[in-house]
């Protein structure tokens, strides 16, 4: 998880300075983290299109090499080339991480607001929804969901989603809540301005802001999360790469190959660390009275 305790929502931030960029980018840890997370995302934008060899194609004369120059990383038991394997793998372990984070912000953001702007039986029933999503841990419904919908990388992505929207829907309800009692949208109604024109302009944009900044500090634990799913066998199915199945396909050769565990546990390492810096920033720069 990132350094600030999204469960917590007396840590969420509660002003956001339009000079943020600037001034994560001036924050050390923001600066580190920045910088770390565009040389991976980089890697995972090339290896879209390019791998130095085959990433899936089986060379079994030269099966466990040691690294070398024409394999930095070592080959796995097929002869595969681990630094192309896992540059193959980082748009689904980094991309499968922002694409659950903007699924559960999007469902999160407009059910939590929806109850919260509503009221009365929409609150209701949204609420008690959430609430049943909630009775048991994240992780623990998620497998529940994959017990259901099995393995499968997909599978994995809409059980995560399942698994954490409910959280950020009551963000929501709770910051759209508090929004209403705002002296600018207080002065709105006042003013007789329309009521979808008050929640467009007035309510959500605040509460996209808050939801979608503790949405961005999650994203060091939902890689962890996809690839300790992928290192269980839950999720990215072989041949394809993955940061936490090639760990998994790596530690059955530690004795004979132990340097085949390198590449995937560093770049993991490397894409939650990235995350907590910027995540250490985001709190220090946007809630600097809280640090």
Known sequence: MSALDITRPDTVPQAVDRRLPRQLWRHPSGRAGLLIGLALLLCAAIGCVWTPHAPDVPNYANALKAPSLAHPFGTDATGR????RVMDGAHRSIGAAVLVLGAVFAIGLVAGTLAGLAGGLTDSVVMRIADIAMTLPG???AFAVLGLLGPGFVNLLIALIIADWAWYARLARSLSLDARKRPHVIAARMAGIPRWRIILGHILPGVALRV????TLALGGMIGAISGFSFLGLGVQPPAAEWGALLAESRLFFALAPWLLIAP???????V???NLVGNALRDVASPGEA
């Open 212 to 215: 979608g900044l503790v949405a």
């Open 139 to 141: 992780l623990v419904l």
């Open 81 to 84: 080339d681990m630094l192309s």
């Open 273 to 275: 660390l990235s995350a």
């Open 265 to 271: 546990a560093g770049f993991i390492f490397l894409s």
